[in-house]
Protein backbone atom coordinates (compact mmCIF):
# COMPACT_ATOMS: atom_id res chain seq x y z
CA UNK A 1 0.00 0.00 0.00
CA UNK A 2 1.64 2.86 -1.13
CA UNK A 3 4.49 1.32 -2.31
CA UNK A 4 6.50 3.44 -5.41
CA UNK A 5 6.03 2.22 -8.38
CA UNK A 6 9.13 -0.10 -10.09
CA UNK A 7 9.35 -1.52 -13.14
CA UNK A 8 11.93 -3.50 -15.29
CA UNK A 9 11.17 -2.28 -18.64
CA UNK A 10 11.43 -4.86 -21.55
CA UNK A 11 11.85 -8.49 -20.59
CA UNK A 12 12.55 -9.43 -24.56
CA UNK A 13 16.20 -10.40 -23.37
CA UNK A 14 16.18 -10.89 -19.69
CA UNK A 15 13.72 -11.68 -16.71
CA UNK A 16 14.08 -12.61 -13.49
CA UNK A 17 13.31 -16.95 -13.43
CA UNK A 18 14.05 -17.88 -9.57
CA UNK A 19 13.43 -16.03 -5.93
CA UNK A 20 13.30 -18.46 -3.15
CA UNK A 21 13.91 -17.54 0.38
CA UNK A 22 15.23 -19.79 2.50
CA UNK A 23 13.36 -21.35 5.75
CA UNK A 24 10.26 -20.29 3.75
CA UNK A 25 7.27 -21.04 2.18
CA UNK A 26 8.43 -18.58 -1.27
CA UNK A 27 10.13 -20.41 -3.99
CA UNK A 28 9.07 -18.70 -6.96
CA UNK A 29 10.49 -19.74 -10.54
CA UNK A 30 8.33 -17.71 -13.29
CA UNK A 31 9.22 -16.55 -16.69
CA UNK A 32 8.61 -13.36 -17.87
CA UNK A 33 6.31 -10.97 -16.07
CA UNK A 34 6.27 -8.11 -18.77
CA UNK A 35 9.13 -6.21 -16.17
CA UNK A 36 6.70 -6.35 -13.54
CA UNK A 37 5.59 -9.32 -11.46
CA UNK A 38 2.75 -9.17 -8.18
CA UNK A 39 3.53 -11.87 -6.06
CA UNK A 40 2.07 -10.09 -2.47
CA UNK A 41 -0.27 -13.56 -2.43
CA UNK A 42 2.98 -15.63 -1.31
CA UNK A 43 3.80 -15.04 2.44
CA UNK A 44 6.83 -16.02 3.72
CA UNK A 45 7.22 -16.45 7.31
CA UNK A 46 10.49 -14.37 8.99
CA UNK A 47 11.93 -14.42 12.58
CA UNK A 48 13.35 -11.44 14.11
CA UNK A 49 17.05 -11.65 14.46
CA UNK A 50 17.27 -14.65 12.03
CA UNK A 51 19.51 -15.06 9.02
CA UNK A 52 18.11 -16.53 5.48
CA UNK A 53 19.68 -16.91 2.37
CA UNK A 54 17.90 -15.16 -0.71
CA UNK A 55 18.50 -17.25 -4.02
CA UNK A 56 18.08 -15.68 -7.34
CA UNK A 57 18.58 -16.39 -11.07
CA UNK A 58 17.92 -14.54 -14.30
CA UNK A 59 16.15 -16.33 -17.44
CA UNK A 60 17.43 -15.05 -21.15
CA UNK A 61 15.96 -15.75 -24.06
CA UNK A 62 18.93 -15.96 -26.06
CA UNK A 63 22.48 -14.74 -25.04
CA UNK A 64 23.20 -14.41 -21.36
CA UNK A 65 24.07 -10.88 -20.17
CA UNK A 66 25.33 -9.03 -16.22
CA UNK A 67 22.30 -8.41 -14.08
CA UNK A 68 22.27 -6.11 -11.14
CA UNK A 69 20.12 -7.26 -8.25
CA UNK A 70 19.05 -5.80 -5.13
CA UNK A 71 16.56 -6.83 -2.32
CA UNK A 72 14.45 -4.60 -0.04
CA UNK A 73 12.24 -5.06 2.66
CA UNK A 74 10.09 -2.62 4.86
CA UNK A 75 11.10 -3.47 8.35
CA UNK A 76 9.08 -0.66 9.65
CA UNK A 77 5.93 -1.13 7.57
CA UNK A 78 5.47 2.57 6.70
CA UNK A 79 5.34 2.19 3.08
CA UNK A 80 9.11 2.76 1.40
CA UNK A 81 12.15 1.13 1.05
CA UNK A 82 14.00 4.39 2.36
CA UNK A 83 14.94 3.67 5.77
CA UNK A 84 18.03 2.67 7.79
CA UNK A 85 18.56 -1.65 6.72
CA UNK A 86 16.14 -1.68 4.42
CA UNK A 87 18.04 -2.22 1.58
CA UNK A 88 19.15 -6.42 2.24
CA UNK A 89 21.87 -6.20 -0.45
CA UNK A 90 22.44 -8.20 -3.98
CA UNK A 91 25.02 -8.31 -6.33
CA UNK A 92 25.85 -9.19 -9.61
CA UNK A 93 25.58 -12.46 -11.36
CA UNK A 94 26.69 -13.20 -15.24
CA UNK A 95 24.81 -16.13 -16.48
CA UNK A 96 21.34 -18.16 -15.48
CA UNK A 97 22.97 -20.06 -12.77
CA UNK A 98 21.60 -19.74 -9.37
CA UNK A 99 23.10 -17.22 -6.88
CA UNK A 100 22.87 -16.42 -3.27
CA UNK A 101 22.99 -13.33 -0.82
CA UNK A 102 21.95 -13.34 2.54
CA UNK A 103 19.55 -11.02 4.74
CA UNK A 104 19.49 -11.10 8.79
CA UNK A 105 15.49 -9.58 10.31
CA UNK A 106 16.33 -7.15 12.50
CA UNK A 107 15.46 -7.50 15.93
CA UNK A 108 13.35 -4.26 16.20
CA UNK A 109 11.41 -4.86 13.06
CA UNK A 110 7.84 -4.49 13.02
CA UNK A 111 5.59 -7.56 13.44
CA UNK A 112 2.98 -8.80 10.42
CA UNK A 113 2.83 -8.42 6.89
CA UNK A 114 5.20 -6.07 5.16
CA UNK A 115 6.94 -5.73 1.28
CA UNK A 116 9.86 -7.64 -0.11
CA UNK A 117 11.02 -6.68 -3.15
CA UNK A 118 13.14 -7.76 -5.73
CA UNK A 119 14.98 -5.84 -8.32
CA UNK A 120 16.93 -6.90 -11.68
CA UNK A 121 17.93 -4.48 -13.92
CA UNK A 122 20.42 -4.94 -16.71
CA UNK A 123 23.18 -2.25 -17.33
CA UNK A 124 22.23 0.35 -14.41
CA UNK A 125 21.78 0.21 -10.48
CA UNK A 126 19.05 -1.69 -9.39
CA UNK A 127 17.32 0.81 -7.60
CA UNK A 128 13.92 -0.04 -5.52
CA UNK A 129 11.64 2.42 -7.52
CA UNK A 130 11.02 3.65 -11.15
CA UNK A 131 11.70 1.89 -14.65
CA UNK A 132 14.62 0.68 -16.48
CA UNK A 133 15.04 -0.42 -20.40
CA UNK A 134 15.80 -3.86 -19.82
CA UNK A 135 15.20 -6.23 -16.48
CA UNK A 136 12.27 -7.17 -14.00
CA UNK A 137 10.65 -6.56 -10.75
CA UNK A 138 9.01 -8.66 -8.08
CA UNK A 139 7.25 -7.66 -5.48
CA UNK A 140 6.58 -10.65 -2.13
CA UNK A 141 5.19 -10.43 1.43
CA UNK A 142 7.69 -11.02 4.52
CA UNK A 143 5.36 -12.01 7.67
CA UNK A 144 7.59 -10.96 10.50
CA UNK A 145 7.40 -12.95 13.29
CA UNK A 146 8.74 -12.08 16.93
CA UNK A 147 11.54 -14.28 17.99
CA UNK A 148 10.29 -14.08 21.50
CA UNK A 149 6.81 -15.67 20.34
CA UNK A 150 4.48 -12.57 21.41
CA UNK A 151 2.91 -11.81 18.44
CA UNK A 152 -0.91 -11.98 18.17
CA UNK A 153 -2.67 -11.08 14.65
CA UNK A 154 -6.43 -10.79 14.30
CA UNK A 155 -8.81 -10.69 11.82
CA UNK A 156 -12.88 -9.85 11.84
CA UNK A 157 -14.86 -10.58 9.10
CA UNK A 158 -17.36 -8.04 9.95
CA UNK A 159 -16.62 -4.52 12.05
CA UNK A 160 -13.93 -2.96 13.48
CA UNK A 161 -10.77 -4.67 14.60
CA UNK A 162 -10.48 -4.74 18.32
CA UNK A 163 -7.39 -2.92 20.60
CA UNK A 164 -4.54 -4.61 21.13
CA UNK A 165 -5.02 -5.04 24.26
CA UNK A 166 -8.55 -6.36 24.12
CA UNK A 167 -6.66 -9.28 21.72
CA UNK A 168 -4.23 -9.95 24.30
CA UNK A 169 -6.64 -10.23 26.90
CA UNK A 170 -9.30 -13.00 24.96
CA UNK A 171 -6.12 -14.89 24.14
CA UNK A 172 -3.86 -17.19 26.06
CA UNK A 173 -1.46 -19.59 24.76
CA UNK A 174 0.41 -21.38 27.47
CA UNK A 175 2.98 -22.57 28.09
CA UNK A 176 5.06 -20.98 25.60
CA UNK A 177 8.08 -22.05 24.42
CA UNK A 178 6.55 -25.30 25.12
CA UNK A 179 7.91 -29.09 24.60
CA UNK A 180 4.75 -31.27 25.15
CA UNK A 181 1.01 -29.32 25.55
CA UNK A 182 0.18 -26.59 24.32
CA UNK A 183 -3.14 -24.80 26.23
CA UNK A 184 -5.54 -22.71 24.14
CA UNK A 185 -7.82 -20.59 26.28
CA UNK A 186 -9.94 -17.66 24.23
CA UNK A 187 -13.37 -16.14 25.50
CA UNK A 188 -16.46 -16.14 22.94
CA UNK A 189 -15.30 -18.59 20.28
CA UNK A 190 -17.61 -21.46 19.55
CA UNK A 191 -16.19 -24.99 19.80
CA UNK A 192 -16.76 -25.76 16.20
CA UNK A 193 -14.37 -23.13 15.35
CA UNK A 194 -11.07 -24.90 13.57
CA UNK A 195 -7.48 -24.62 15.21
CA UNK A 196 -4.72 -25.54 12.68
CA UNK A 197 -0.98 -25.41 13.43
CA UNK A 198 1.64 -24.69 10.37
CA UNK A 199 5.17 -24.70 10.70
CA UNK A 200 7.16 -21.75 9.16
CA UNK A 201 6.77 -22.68 5.78
CA UNK A 202 3.43 -22.91 5.64
CA UNK A 203 2.68 -26.57 6.03
CA UNK A 204 0.29 -27.86 8.09
CA UNK A 205 1.11 -30.43 10.79
CA UNK A 206 -2.07 -30.05 12.97
CA UNK A 207 -5.98 -29.61 12.33
CA UNK A 208 -8.61 -29.97 15.47
CA UNK A 209 -11.77 -28.04 16.67
CA UNK A 210 -11.65 -25.86 20.05
CA UNK A 211 -13.81 -28.83 21.77
CA UNK A 212 -10.66 -31.10 20.81
CA UNK A 213 -8.15 -28.79 22.01
CA UNK A 214 -9.86 -28.12 25.43
CA UNK A 215 -7.70 -30.31 27.45
CA UNK A 216 -4.61 -29.33 25.76
CA UNK A 217 -2.66 -30.01 22.15
CA UNK A 218 -0.20 -32.85 22.32
CA UNK A 219 2.62 -30.97 20.16
CA UNK A 220 5.26 -33.55 21.63
CA UNK A 221 5.76 -34.94 18.20
CA UNK A 222 6.41 -31.65 16.56
CA UNK A 223 10.10 -31.02 15.96
CA UNK A 224 11.66 -28.03 17.50
CA UNK A 225 10.89 -24.63 16.15
CA UNK A 226 8.65 -21.84 15.14
CA UNK A 227 4.92 -22.54 14.27
CA UNK A 228 1.81 -20.39 13.64
CA UNK A 229 -1.65 -21.44 15.59
CA UNK A 230 -4.30 -20.44 14.00
CA UNK A 231 -8.12 -20.37 15.11
CA UNK A 232 -11.01 -19.59 12.49
CA UNK A 233 -14.17 -19.01 13.81
CA UNK A 234 -17.35 -17.80 11.82
CA UNK A 235 -16.83 -13.99 12.17
CA UNK A 236 -13.16 -13.79 13.20
CA UNK A 237 -9.83 -15.85 13.45
CA UNK A 238 -6.56 -15.38 15.51
CA UNK A 239 -3.47 -16.32 14.63
CA UNK A 240 -0.56 -16.28 17.57
CA UNK A 241 3.34 -17.90 17.07
CA UNK A 242 4.91 -20.31 19.39
CA UNK A 243 8.00 -22.02 19.60
CA UNK A 244 8.46 -25.85 20.48
CA UNK A 245 11.25 -27.15 22.43
Avoid at 200 to 227: C, D, F, H, K, P
Wanted: net charge negative.
Amino acid sequence: TGYCAADGGSTQYEWIDLIAISGTSINNTTGSNSGYGDFTSQVGNVVTGSTYTISMSAGFSGSTYSENWLFYADWNRDGDFADAGEELGGGTTTNGNTYTTDFTVPSGASLGDTRFRAVMRWNTAAVECGNSSYGEVEDYTLNVCDANTTQVLYEEVHGEALEITQINDRLQLYPNPTTEILNVQIERMPADAVISISDMLGRRVESLTMSEAQNGINVSGLQSGMYIIRIQGTEESFSQSFRKE
